[in-house]
Every structure is written in structure tokens, then in C-alpha cells.
């Protein structure tokens, strides 16, 4: 049975009306026919909250008493009972008076929703846990009456009764929320206009909040980027300077101007684990404290470039606003790129960016880490500046030496090395050469040589083109490296989400082995140590691994390096290293499949759980069919025998009389193995059979299980050497005695129907012994041999006395419950055989002791 829903009428403060749609509610479902009873509601005595409840089914209240006096609570048990649809349970955060089961109504709406019913309750704004010091702020009350926040967000649905100050005290004046003589006091105190005002922006930012969780969730499924200005979610970008306070201070007083704004700072880290300068570790713990101060959150992401880590931050948060401070680079250092801060802003598209000026600005920030400028690494980047910057000189007295090869020879030479400065280093190293290139070759090859003068025209021209050229191919050669490494990316990417595709289709329908593949794949792709998928089925209860690869998962959140949450209830943790953020985008992949496996194995359970159900009222169908007609005939033959044995107005007999107790006897007997094989089959279909297992001796069962047929319709042939065998005696006997019963029904008169038993010792594997029931009957066919181990399936024309169809049923799931086989053979000749094996008890054979293998000669032959 699944969980119950859980629907929420929250209000700002009493007398809103919530008790009152609630019951309305339960009117609206009780007119569509649904079950639904009043648990516990108080009416305070407000007589339309009174009339509502007359109409409904009211629980009873338990009394308890308490200190000598008496208060009646709501009777949990009583309620469970009665198990209706749904139940009305009023004041959620109310608390019960000890020696209640449970401290809490809350707790008691637990039980009632594990129960698999729904309940409809109600609570103020006050009661909410978090917000127990905020009220008391505003309204000088502390409400010592509280529910754990989590219990009302994890709510199905929240419904927001809503009423203006002014109406609510019109209400409180007309009597209609407190008696008279309470009226005056709650005016004047509680219920003043600023107070009312205050818990109802409250209610409504709460609930608003509620909503926007439902908003990213709905986001995140449906894979949407862009920006729904839904509320204002402002992200600030901290780079770890002195300026991050500032930059915090304005963007909380930003966030502060509308009603429910968000607040969030973020700090992009290097992915190679460079930092600038700039970077002070103590400064980010001093600025993500004060972020907390003032309400807002603090993330740490990784990213290559800054700006595009930034927004993609931004955007999967659905950020409304950016918050930055002007650079700290002095003027010159801009010969770099544009900045953060203008890319950002260019590529900031529906999100408004905020430039913050401060103190700090232009005063300088360290150095600039070449691999922001190109990606070609960090050997490369080296191995290129030192042949930009040295090759020109060393070439230069290369030629020189041998008295040089012509100008436009030479300016190849030194072109040559300025694309080779380009392949290896990228833009940077090709720039320099491109510049200490051309001041060599104009100083040591164009006359008038050994100065920097050029005379001829054509060699200024020559010596612009060199530069331009050498600067070209040196942007082309970094522009293609960057787009190597995208498409490397991408191609990964892709290549790791058709892995994680294959890995969830070829997974088993229930899931079973899926999720740790999964896992162990998440931790392999992201080079993780451990990865765990934790699941939290109650929000308040602890977490719980679902599935985990590596050594030492996580097993909170808290304790992870990486948590990508899903829903409400799971989360897919890593331990190893904190991800930049474009591999997070793809983790989420991995959590989405996650959820999806951990779903399609619940939905799995529930179709298995939905055909056994289904099956057992196919069974239960079948049985009131079945039995109606070989319950009443012997009944009825009984009635009969005994009414006329009883009639005064006939003497009997004594060989009328003794058929007459016959006939009773008779019926008594066909009404006993009915009734014991129906037992039997309701106690396979609910599975309760639980064999104990033995060592059983197989010729002390047989002639046991032969005592309702007549002896001399049976031959034996069951060797004393047989092995003993691991059995339930009472199941088998049970079984063995619908199998001969069954076999003895469809004999012809005066054929023997044989139980023969033999020792079976297949090659490599456990031994096992044969028991086979032989009769001459008229046999079965093939594609029916299964078919007639069903229940309620009676073959051919048997007369409808001869049972329901349940003995072959039960007889092989008996022997199944052994760890044995029934089977279904063609005896030769002509008949049907039924072939029971079960599990043999290994024991070495003692010195002279015969081989057991059922061809002894002094096997028993009972007649």
C-alpha cells in the first residue's frame, strides 16, 4: 500500500477561515463518493464551523487523563481502525497531552499517512518552526506550540487561506474567532493591524517559496536555461579580493529591496588549481560567513574561464541579477582581453549585470596566469615562449655567421620561426617572436644594417607584412586550439551520455544491478574515489545508500565533495574532488538516469505487487465459482440423510439406516478434503507456507499419504536402501496424497496405479531422489501438461463431484516449497505419469552397504 497525501490549509493567524475549507473540502469529496471522516476538528465554538461538521463521520475522541484532569485527543487507534479514505486532522502542530502515543499531532499525521490514508489538516504561520523567532519579534508571543518545517514542505499540496487585516478583525469584532469577553484583549494586543500585516506577508513569502521550489524542480526536468523572472535572485561574483565585502553588502541591499529576493555569492576556482595573487583563502572564508549573516547562500564552482562559469552558474539558478565590482587590472594589463566583467555583461543576455566601483579598482592584481590566455598547456606554453623570445637572437647570429642568405630569404627563415612559435606556444609566444623578429631582422639584415633605420620602402613593407603574418597565424593556430578542446569535449560529453544511455536500456526491468553499474560509471567518468546514490524516504529521518561504488561513499550529503541533489527524497553524492561546472551539467544527466532506474524499479515492485493482487482475484473469482456447486452437493446429501434419519414418520432399516450414515460420512469426508485443499492453496497464494525442512525418511511418508485410497488400487515399489531425503514429512504427505488421489480418479477399474521411487546421482551435481506416480489413464496432451497444475482446472469431462481443481496445485506448490519439482510425463503405453524429485541427503556409503541407485533385490514390492 502506498503512502498517503498530505494537503496543508496554512494561514496567517487564527480565524482566517482554514478549519472552515477544510471542511468544505470534505463536504466537495464526500459528495464524490469518497470516504472521508473527521479525525479530530475544534470548532472553538464557532457555529458555522460546528454545522459543517454535523453533515460528516466523526472518530470518537480518546479521554486521557492527565494531573487529575481530563482531555480528550484524537484516537489514533481508533482512526486506523476505521482506515477511511480520508481524514480531517485539525491544529497540525498541536501537542498532546502526555500519555498520548506520540508527543505530537504531527507525529500522529505520520502514522496515518504511512497507513496509506490521506489526510487534510490545517496550521498557522507561527507554527512554523523556523519562524519562532521572527514571531516573537513581531508579535511578542512565543509560540511554544511548533512543527519541524520539513513536515509542512513536504506537504502534496499547500493551500494559502488568505484575509486582509482589516476583514480579519471585522470577524474577531463580530464574535465570529473568540468569545466576547476575549475580543477586547486580542484587538488590543495580537491581532493590532501591524501585526496581522506582518504574519500575512509572512504566510505569503513562505508559501511563495514553496511555490519556487516547484518552479526548479519543474526547470530542471524539462531541461530549460533561459531565465523566468519569476523573483528576484540575485548572484554576486566574488574573485577572493578585498573587495568581496563591498560587492556583498550591495547586493544583500539589492536583494532587500523586493519582497522574497535571494541572495547568492559565488567564487569560480581554477580547474587546474592555479590561483592568482589576488587569491586570499582567508578572505573567502571571512566573505561567505557574512553572506550566511545576511541570508544568503555561498557556492564554490570550477571553471576554465570565469565569465562562462559565471553565467552557466547563473542561469541554472535562474538568477535574475549579477553583482560584480570593477576590475583591478591597471590599463595596460586589458591588452589581454576584455575582462570578466565586460564579457559577462556582453554575454549576460535577460540578466541584468551590476557594475560595483570600490576602492580597489585599477589599483592592480597580480599577475595574469598565461593558460587564461591559451589552452595548450602549461609545457608547451613554456617550450613557445622560449622560442619567441630566444630563437630570433640565435638565428640572427646563425645567419650572421655565415654572412647571411638575402633579405626575403632571411625573412622567411625568421617568419618560419615565428609559426613555429605560434604551433607550439600559441598567441603570446608568436606575438613576441613576431615583434623581437622583426626588430632583429631590420637591425642585423636591412640596410642600412646594425641600426633600425630602414631606407628602402619595399623593406618597411616586407617587415609590416612579416609582423602582421606572424601575429595572423598565431590567433589561428590558438583559435583552433580552443576549438579542438571544445570538440574534444563535446565529443566526450556525448560519448559519456550514449554510455549512460546503454548502461540504463540494458539494465534488468526492476533495476537490480543497474544503479551500482550507474555508480561505478559516475565514478570512473568524473574521476571520483566513491559515488553514492542516498535516498531519504522521510524527510526528517536520516539517509539511507541506495547504491554506491568505490571505497568509503558518502554517506550524508554534508560529507560529500560534490551533491547533486534529486527531488526531495534523493541526492547523488561524490567523494574525490569538487567538479567545475560544466561537468556538473552533465552530472546531472547522471542523477536524472539515477532517478529514473530508482523509479522504474519502484514502478517494477508495484506491477509484480499489482499481478499478484490481480491474480489473487482471479483465484478468489474462480473460487466462489468453483465451489458453490461441490459445497452444496454434499451439504445437501448430508441434510438429507440426516433429515430423514431424524423423521419420526419412517422406520428405517438397519441397512437403510447404515447407508443413510454412509452417505453422511461420505459427504463429510469429500467436504473435509475440499475444505483442506482450499486452505492450503489461500495459504500458497499468500505465502505462508514455510516447510520445515528435515532429514525424512521417504517409505515412512508414502504409506501415510496412501490412506485415502483403497489399498488395493495402489502398488508400491519404494526401496528401504533409498537415500533419506531433505523434506517437509506433513507437505509431502499432503501432496503425495493428491497426486495418487488424482491418479487413482482417472485409473481404469482394476488397474494399479504405481508409486515407484529410485535414487538419482547425476555426474557433478547433488543427488536427489525420484518419486513417480504411474496410472493407465486416458492421458494428457502435451501443451496441456502444464495447464492442469493451475488452480480450478479440472481436465476433460470430469464430473463436477470429483473437486474444484486444486489438488495438483496444491501438491506442486508444496514440493516447490521444498525445493523440489513436480512434472508431468507420458507413461509409456499409455497413461500419465507424475514425477516428483526432491533433494537427496549426501552421506558416504558404509563398507558393504548396497549402492541405493532403486534396483536392489531386496527392494519391498507392497501389494
Not at 592568482?276 to 566573505?287: A, F, K, N, Y
Not at 539517509?543 to 550524508?556: D, F, K
Amino acid at each position: 500500500m502506498g503512502r498517503g497525501r498530505l494537503r496543508i490549509y496554512l494561514g496567517a493567524a487564527p480565524g482566517v477561515g482554514k478549519t472552515y475549507a477544510m471542511l468544505a473540502e470534505a463536504h466537495r469529496r464526500q459528495e464524490r463518493g469518497t470516504d472521508v471522516v473527521v479525525a479530530f476538528v475544534e470548532d472553538h465554538g464557532r457555529r458555522n464551523t460546528a454545522d459543517l461538521v454535523a453533515g460528516l463521520e466523526v472518530v470518537l475522541r480518546q479521554q486521557v487523563v492527565h494531573r487529575g484532569a481530563r482531555f480528550s485527543e484524537m484516537d489514533l487507534d481508533a482512526v486506523l481502525a476505521r482506515r477511511p479514505q480520508v481524514a480531517l486532522v485539525d491544529e497540525l502542530a498541536h501537542t498532546n497531552v502526555p500519555g498520548c502515543r506520540n508527543a505530537k499531532r504531527w507525529q500522529d499525521v505520520e502514522e496515518l499517512l504511512a497507513a496509506g490514508i490521506d489526510v487534510i489538516s490545517t496550521v498557522n504561520i507561527q507554527h512554523l518552526e523556523s519562524l519562532g523567532d521572527t514571531v516573537e519579534g513581531i508579535t511578542g508571543v512565543r509560540q511554544r506550540e511548533t512543527v519541524p518545517d520539513e513536515v509542512v514542505r513536504r506537504a502534496d499540496q499547500i493551500e494559502l487561506v488568505d484575509m486582509s487585516p482589516q476583514a480579519l478583525r471585522r470577524r474577531l469584532a463580530h464574535g465570529n474567532v473568540y468569545a466576547p469577553e476575549k475580543i477586547d484583549a486580542a484587538l488590543g494586543n495580537y491581532f493590532r493591524p501591524g501585526n496581522l500585516t506582518a504574519l500575512r506577508e509572512l504566510a505569503l513569502l513562505w508559501t511563495a517559496d514553496r511555490v519556487d521550489e516547484y518552479l526548479q524542480k519543474y526547470r530542471a526536468e524539462q531541461g530549460i536555461e533561459g531565465i523566468w523572472q519569476a523573483r528576484e535572485r540575485i548572484v554576486v561574483g566574488l574573485t577572493g579580493g578585498p573587495e568581496g565585502a563591498t560587492l556583498i553588502r550591495r547586493a544583500a541591499r539589492i536583494a532587500a529591496r523586493t519582497s522574497g529576493g535571494e541572495l547568492m555569492a559565488v567564487h569560480i576556482s581554477r580547474s587546474d588549481g592555479l590561483a592568482g595573487t589576488d587569491q586570499s583563502p582567508q578572505m573567502l572564508i571571512e566573505q561567505r560567513s557574512l553572506v550566511e549573516s545576511l541570508g544568503g547562500t555561498f557556492h564554490a564552482v570550477l571553471g576554465d574561464d570565469p565569465a562562462v562559469a559565471l553565467l552557466d552558474f547563473a542561469r541554472g539558478v535562474n538568477a535574475t541579477q549579477i553583482v560584480l565590482g570593477t576590475s583591478r587590472r591597471p590599463a595596460w594589463q586589458y591588452f589581454y582581453g576584455p575582462g570578466v566583467g565586460t564579457t559577462v555583461t556582453r554575454e549576460a543576455g535577460d540578466i541584468d549585470v551590476h557594475m560595483v566601483t570600490h576602492e580597489h579598482a585599477g589599483s592592480g592584481r597580480g599577475r595574469i596566469p598565461i593558460r587564461r590566455i591559451t589552452d595548450l598547456g602549461r609545457t608547451r606554453t613554456v617550450a613557445g615562449w622560449l622560442t619567441g623570445l630566444a630563437g630570433p637572437p640565435l638565428l640572427a647570429l646563425a645567419l650572421t655567421a655565415i654572412g647571411g642568405l638575402g633579405l626575403s630569404t632571411d625573412m622567411l627563415l625568421f617568419l618560419s620561426l615565428t609559426v613555429l612559435a605560434a604551433l607550439v606556444g600559441g598567441l603570446l609566444p608568436a606575438i613576441a617572436s613576431a615583434l623581437v623578429g622583426s626588430s632583429v631582422l631590420n637591425y642585423y639584415f636591412t640596410p642600412p644594417i646594425h641600426t633600425f633605420t630602414i631606407s628602402q620602402p619595399q623593406n618597411i613593407m616586407a617587415v609590416a607584412i612579416f609582423t602582421v603574418v606572424g601575429i595572423s597565424v598565431a590567433s589561428v593556430v590558438d583559435l583552433a586550439a580552443r576549438r579542438t578542446l571544445q570538440a574534444a569535449r563535446s565529443q566526450t560529453e556525448a560519448q559519456t551520455l550514449s554510455a549512460l544511455a546503454g548502461t540504463v536500456l540494458r539494465g534488468a526491468p526492476n533495476g537490480d544491478g543497474v544503479l551500482t553499474a550507474l555508480m561505478e560509471q559516475v565514478r570512473e567518468t568524473f574521476g571520483q574515489e566513491s559515488a553514492a546514490l542516498l535516498e531519504r524516504p522521510d524527510p526528517l529521518g536520516a539517509w539511507a545508500p541506495v547504491a554506491a561504488a568505490g571505497p568509503h561513499p558518502p554517506e550524508r550529503p554534508e560529507e560529500a565533495d560534490v551533491d547533486v541533489p534529486v527531488g526531495e527524497s534523493l541526492a547523488l553524492v561524490l567523494r574525490g574532488r569538487v567538479l567545475p561546472a560544466a561537468d556538473r551539467r552533465l552530472l546531472g544527466a547522471f542523477a536524472a538516469q539515477a532517478a529514473v532506474v530508482l523509479e522504474r524499479r519502484r514502478l517494477a515492485r508495484e506491477a509484480a505487487a499489482a499481478r499478484r493482487e490481480a491474480e489473487g482475484n482471479r483465484i478468489r473469482t474462480a473460487l466462489l465459482a468453483a465451489v458453490s456447486h461441490d459445497l452444496r452437493t454434499p451439504l445437501a446429501g448430508i441434510k438429507a440423510s440426516v433429515t430423514s434419519l431424524r423423521s419420526a414418520d419412517v422406520e428405517w432399516a438397519p441397512e437403510d439406516e447404515a447407508e443413510l450414515l454412509a452417505g453422511i460420512e461420505s459427504g463429510a469426508d469429500r467436504l473435509d478434503h475440499l475444505i483442506n485443499n482450499l486452505l492450503d492453496m489461500s495459504r500458497l497464494q499468500t505465502g505462508t507456507v514455510t516447510p520445515l525442512i528435515q532429514e525424512t525418511d521417504l517409505d515412512e511418508v508414502v504409506p501415510f499419504a496412501l490412506g485415502g485410497v483403497p489399498l488395493e488400487s495402489v502398488r508400491l515399489d519404494v526401496p528401504e536402501t533409498l537415500p533419506m531425503i531433505r523434506a517437509d514429512g506433513g507437505l509431502l504427505e499432503r501432496s503425495l496424497a493428491n497426486l495418487v488421489e488424482n491418479a487413482v480418479k482417472y485409473s481404469p477399474p482394476g488397474v494399479k496405479v504405481l508409486v515407484k521411487a529410485d535414487a538419482l546421482h547425476p555426474p557433478g551435481g547433488p543427488g536427489r531422489v525420484e518419486l513417480r506416480i504411474v496410472d493407465r489413464g486416458p492421458g494428457v496432451p502435451e501443451d496441456a501438461k502444464e495447464r492442469i497444475f493451475a488452480p480450478f482446472q479440472r481436465y476433460g469431462d470430469a464430473p463436477r463431484g470429483a473437486g474444484v481443481g486444486l489438488g495438483l496445485a496444491v501438491a506442486r506448490g508444496f514440493v516447490e516449497a521444498m525445493n523440489g519439482t513436480v512434472t508431468a510425463e507420458d507413461t509409456p503405453g499409455g497413461g500419465l505419469t507424475m514425477v516428483v524429485t526432491l533433494p537427496a541427503v549426501e552421506r558416504p556409503p558404509e563398507p558393504g552397504e548396497p549402492s541405493g541407485d532403486g534396483h536392489d533385490p531386496l527392494s519391498r514390492l507392497v501389494t
